[in-house]
């Protein structure tokens, strides 16, 4: 099946500093998303970014279908920015959707 | 509020007991799915359903039975609980043009 590898696995940012995130997948997709699950355990959505660049306020991801990478930036970071940040890819459309997820990378910004 | 909501949040039994969990969605999504998040936090799909008809089952133990009554609707029931089936479960939907939307999540607590 298909690979979704995140990197760092652990970050540690001081509050107000900014951060790549990184997500890298072994074949070509027709889906990607970003998520953060927050320390109360809630799946957020940030992006469905299959490809191209999106923002949207202080985050903004840009996916290189081609090169099998996405990335995702935080600016001015804040402490309600911590928690895990997910990459996960879909090889199909429709009915037959499956996300398969990265294990995630764990942001903690320090006040 | 358009959603996807999950009862109950929080499940504690004991093992040998016989559990559901319930999703509804009111996004209007044809496709709808259960993933479970393990204790290291890895995310893995178990179903998927497309307008009331399974499409996914990712070799899950068949004590796992879910159930779709309506599009609007897939449940969980889990027999027989074992201590390995602690986790947390979330369900998701998809509309056709793509992009999963989670639920809160239940955490199941086997004792």
């Known amino acids: 099946g298909i690979q979704v590898e995140q990197s760092p696995p652990d970050l540690i940012l001081q509050e107000g500093a900014n951060s790549t995130l990184r997500c890298n997948f072994s074949?070509?997709?027709?889906?990607l998303q970003w998520f953060h699950q927050n320390p109360w355990g809630q799946l957020i959505n940030l992006f469905y970014i299959p490809s191209g660049t999106k923002q949207n306020g202080r985050l903004s991801a840009t996916t290189v279908a081609t090169e099998r990478y996405s990335l995702l930036y935080i600016s001015s970071s804040q402490t309600t920015d911590s928690g895990v940040y997910f990459c996960?890819?879909?090889?199909?459309?429709?009915?037959?959707?499956?996300?398969?997820f990265g294990k995630g990378i764990t942001l903690s910004v320090r006040p | 509020d358009t959603a996807v909501s999950q009862t109950p949040k929080y499940l504690v039994t004991q093992m040998g007991n016989d559990k559901s969990i319930k999703c509804e969605q009111n996004l209007g999504h044809d496709t709808m799915y259960w993933y479970k998040q393990d204790s290291k936090k890895f995310l893995k799909i178990m179903f998927s359903?497309?307008?009331?008809?399974?499409?996914i089952n990712e070799t899950v133990p068949n004590r796992f039975s879910p159930k779709s009554p309506d599009k609007a609707h897939l449940n969980l029931h889990i027999n027989s609980l074992e201590l390995g089936d602690s986790a947390v479960y979330f369900c998701?939907?998809?509309?056709?043009?793509?992009?999963?939307?989670f639920g809160p999540g239940t955490r199941l607590t086997v004792t």
């Open positions: 998701a939907s998809s509309p056709h043009s793509g992009g999963q939307y």
């Open positions: 359903y497309n307008n009331k008809e399974l499409i």
């Open positions: 074949d070509s997709v027709n889906n």
């Open positions: 996960a890819v879909d090889l199909n459309t429709g009915a037959n959707s499956k996300l398969t």
